[in-house]
DNA sequence: AGCGATTTTGCAAATCTTTGAAAGACTTTT
DNA sequence: AAAAGTCTTTCAAAGATTTGCAAAATCGCT
């Protein structure tokens, strides 16, 4: 795997080469300790440092990586992956916006999109989770608000329960929520508790809800769900989202609108 | 790597050149000692400079480039006033730091200084209503929340009523503020009532209250006052202050702390 | 330039960490 | 319930770090 025949590798190293070598699936204790030619007990204490940085679990006899169930890329690879369509998608929401609204942004690549492209409309007030909405929106001139919270940097938002505490003390006349998977029976769902938390929050504060979401999510589905589909208004997407889809969402109510 | 021949280097130099070795993973001592021909005490000492530094980790062995240089910067930097006042400021607050803390960091680039170089405290929990800090920290592991707020563009914090949903919420230990001026008798001052509103409501809330503040804040003073002087547990600031200014902040049992 | 003061550097002794091995406690399997 | 294997604890040795000190380099001042 990696030689480094030379010298003795220090801790670091060593933990870092245990996770990559537990990315195949879990590994014994013995295995390990021939693949990185340290004792037994070395090995022990390295996954015992790991295990309570929480990188990996330990399992009777080996361990295996933990951040591992339907894992989310991170950030800067997820703004690559179908940037036509979420420039589209984006383009489109747009088109919603009022005078005077009060909108939220929730975080992701597509609702970023659409901070970026944010039009000047007199009286907008933008309410939002996202770091990167809030970097962008920054210069402008629109009043911006952050709801508070636990940061959580995979996505970069702010989420779990503190959010509610500003969420419950303004109204959100639009909200436009991304997502990770979206299935049309049971609809959004996300990897990380604390930020389902937050959306499902968002959808029950705001007056109309828009799902911005291209059709590589549709039908894929998430750790934790956040409300159910009915929470969502309109959803806006591209042309590959399959017809029984379309029939299935416009039976719960559900405008679908294609960029 | 580099063959600088001809004369010594300094320890600016070398230590620039550390953080180059250090981009292709972890290096030992030995080997930067070689790469850089100094003994390895010297090694050391360049170590622990650039870790306080904020730059690398030390691991045992050797060390590791931290924040490796990725994308650019979030926020963009106003150039600060009095830099190096302010580094040594911050480099000051931070030894107050003890493990299992939840600290609140303000606005203003001292601060903002103290998140740059925040080290591995194990357990702290970071409160801010400072985007820049937000920033910062974003990609170090500690826990970080953001209170909500209406976002000032001046500051580029969070500021207003709707903070104290948050700050109300969450209990912290040491609160590090910084200021546009302050005077002994009257206190902290801002220019913004929304700003000043939120300093206060910290200063009520924090167990103990630091203030990080260079010389030439003293004796200025803006338009709103915060509290007043004795909500301010202790000083961290300068030697350009005056000695009849200490003993005024002495009487209010204000402990002065010089960087 | 010259001289003293300050800082930086390298070395060595003392201290602290990490490592591997072995004994005993605990879990899983038969 | 016994056997086999795995985990935790303990200890000594090897290696790394810190500390104190003296030599060298640098700086500041006349």
Redesign the pocket.
């Known amino acids: 795997m990696n030689p480094e025949k030379t010298r ?1 590798l ?2 670091a190293e ?1 933990e870092a080469l245990i996770c990559e070598s537990l990315t195949g699936g879990v590994k ?3 295995e390990l300790s021939s693949e990185l030619k ?2 037994e ?2 090995v ?3 996954l ?1 440092s790991l295990e309570n940085s929480g990188a990996i679990r ?5 361990a295996e990586l933990l951040r591992k169930r339907n894992s989310e890329p991170l950030y800067e690879e997820k703004a690559a992956i179908h940037p036509q369509e979420k420039t589209t998608i984006a383009e489109k929401a747009i088109q919603f916006l009022k005078e005077g609204d009060t909108i939220f942004l929730d975080g992701g690549s597509t609702v970023l999109e659409m901070a970026k492209r944010l039009p000047a409309i007199p009286n907008l007030t933008i309410v939002t989770n996202s770091l990167m909405a809030a970097a962008e929106l920054m210069e402008k001139k629109h009043r911006l608000i952050l709801v508070g919270g636990e940061f959580r940097s995979l996505s970069r938002t702010l989420v779990g329960p503190l959010t509610a505490k500003i969420l419950e003390n303004v109204s959100i006349s639009k909200a436009f929520l991304g997502t990770i998977g979206f299935e049309p029976e049971r609809g959004i769902s996300t990897t990380d508790p604390n930020e389902a938390f937050t959306k499902e929050l968002v959808m029950k504060r705001a007056d109309k809800v828009f799902l911005l979401a291209d059709s590589s999510k549709l039908a894929v589905s998430s750790f934790v769900f956040s409300g159910n589909a009915s929470d969502i208004d309109t959803l806006i997407t591209d042309s590959g989202i399959s017809p029984a889809a379309v029939k299935l969402l416009k039976s719960q109510n559900i405008e679908v609108i294609f960029s």
């Open positions: 003795k220090l801790s060593r014994t204790i013995a340290v004792s007990a070395t022990r204490r390295d015992e330990r399992v009777y006899g080996g």
